[in-house]
């Protein structure tokens, strides 16, 4: 019935590496039913690292500019011009950051790739609702466009019946 079922789909374009789950199969919210492969997960976690590298020269620029102002090396202005680009460089990590979460990567993840400096093409797709999955709509190692359908999961005690029939068959139905 209406609002009983959900499509998942994915936010970020990719191979499917795999699929956990096959229908009939229950899965429980923050279940991981698939895993992709995306190149343009690579290219977020890229543009992150070198925001984080941005973001840790900026702050010792700040640093170095403090002290010089202390023993008049350099003016206000100065140091106020490397407080506005630490804070750029702030903003333009926390964002990307936000993005990479809100494109599915868990937070174990991203901290893996800070700490280690690797990427990681893996994403991670996880079911939003308990439920069942009813449809699979795609196959393992098949190429995804951003936001195509992966499955459906629903609840299968709101399902209903659509029959269509002509009017003079009806009164064979029974439930």
Known sequence: SPGSTLVLKTIAA????????APGERVSRGQQVATLHSHEMLTMQ???LLALD???MAEQRVEAARELLAIEGISRLELERREQEFLSARLLFSTLREELLDHGLPESS???ILEGQR???HLPV???VDGVVLEVSVQEQEWLQSFAP???VGDPARIELELQLAPEQATSVTV
């Open 14 to 21: 990719g191979r499917v590496e795999s699929l956990d789950v």
């Open 46 to 48: 890229s543009e992150l």
């Open 54 to 56: 941005r973001l840790k």
């Open 110 to 112: 991203l901290e893996q």
């Open 119 to 121: 990427l990681d093409p």
């Open 126 to 128: 996880t079911s939003p």
């Open 150 to 152: 992966l499955m459906v």
